[in-house]
């Protein structure tokens, strides 16, 4: 968790660059995300004010990052708003195919933002922190038999199984379990 925390105070030094790349690359990585966003409906991309809402649209993402970043100590209190967040999402139509592209530019924006102190522990634990922020916010689309219990504990043992073959502790590895079994 402290891993998570300082590594993100140095990128809210840029919040408006982190705010514009997130959906920058998100539409590239996933066109048919653009039509996620209510601006664009019925105006296409032509829309005088795109530039504005899109940076706006980025803004709330970090934004939630952040106020998530900051909660990541007690995950299970936060859970039913990003459930409402997941729901929210659901209803303007977003596809569980977008989830992938959203890991993938996340992780970018980390691993640009880190520049030289981006290390081989800095990236999985931000994976794993990513992968649990978005299942945590569109689990509720997931039609799978594993529960959402198991799953984050999957996560877990797998992120374990990873440092055990590196034959090195994590320090942030001892705080993550209760991060991920509420």
């Known amino acids: 968790v402290q891993l998570i925390k300082s590594s993100w105070e ?8 982190n705010s514009d790349h997130v959906i920058s690359r998100l539409v590239k990585e996933a066109p048919g995300s653009i039509n996620l966003f209510t601006f664009v409906h019925g105006t296409g991309v032509y829309n005088p004010n795109f530039q504005m809402d899109m940076r706006r649209h980025g803004l709330k993402m970090v934004s939630i990052i952040c106020w998530v970043v900051s909660k990541c100590h007690q995950m299970e209190n936060i859970k039913p708003d990003l459930e409402k967040l997941g729901e929210r999402h659901h209803g303007y139509g977003f596809k569980l ?6 890991e993938t530019v996340l992780g970018d924006m980390i691993r640009e933002n880190m520049g030289h ?19 945590s916010i569109f689990h ?8 959402w219990r198991q799953e984050m504990e999957n996560f877990m043992l797998q992120f374990v199984r990873i440092q055990k073959k590196k034959k090195k502790i994590i320090i942030c590895c001892r705080s993550l379990p209760l991060l991920l079994l509420f």
């Open 97 to 102: 195919r977008y989830v992938r592209p959203m």
């Open 140 to 147: 509720v689309m997931l039609k799978t038999q594993v529960s």
């Open 10 to 17: 140095a990128m809210e030094q840029d919040f408006l660059k």
């Open 117 to 135: 102190l981006y290390t081989a522990e800095l990236r999985e634990t931000w994976s794993l922190f990513i992968r649990i922020l978005l299942h």
